[in-house]
């Protein structure tokens, strides 16, 4: 089977930054799009930043220039580098991979989440 495990969550004051990891595990063919998203109490998911397996990034325009994303392909670990936190970026941030297990098909997978806390 496959694991997505989240670190790197935590409590941290306007301004501050922190460092969110993800490892997939398991039986993986290889992993094609790899996501952060988010969800705030009372608010739907969202999607904060992604990255391909080429490397081409994308990001939602309230974390454009604050956050970054990467990932390390041999490893299978994608990193949110998260900084200038402002308190509406509190939210649990989960982990999201698109990848295949066989040639054959793509599953989608999600990490249990990481609880981001930014204070004022």
């Known amino acids: 089977q496959v694991q997505l495990v989240e670190s790197g969550g935590g409590l941290v004051q306007a301004g501050g930054s922190l460092r969110l990891s993800c490892a997939a595990s398991?039986?993986?063919?290889?992993?094609?799009?790899m996501r952060w998203y988010r969800q705030a109490p009372g608010k739907q998911r969202e999607l904060v930043a992604g990255?391909?397996?080429?490397?081409?990034?994308n990001y939602a325009d309230s974390v454009k220039g604050r956050f970054t994303i990467s990932r390390d392909n041999a490893k299978n670990t994608v990193v949110l580098q998260m900084n200038s936190l402002k308190p509406e970026d509190t939210a649990v941030y989960y982990c999201?991979?698109?990848?295949?297990?066989?040639?054959?098909?793509?599953?989608?997978?999600w990490g249990q989440g990481t609880q981001v806390t930014v204070s004022s």
């Open positions: 999201n991979a698109l990848l295949m297990r066989t040639f054959a098909q793509i599953d989608n997978y």
């Open positions: 398991g039986n993986i063919l290889t992993i094609n799009t």
């Open positions: 990255i391909t397996s080429g490397g081409s990034t």
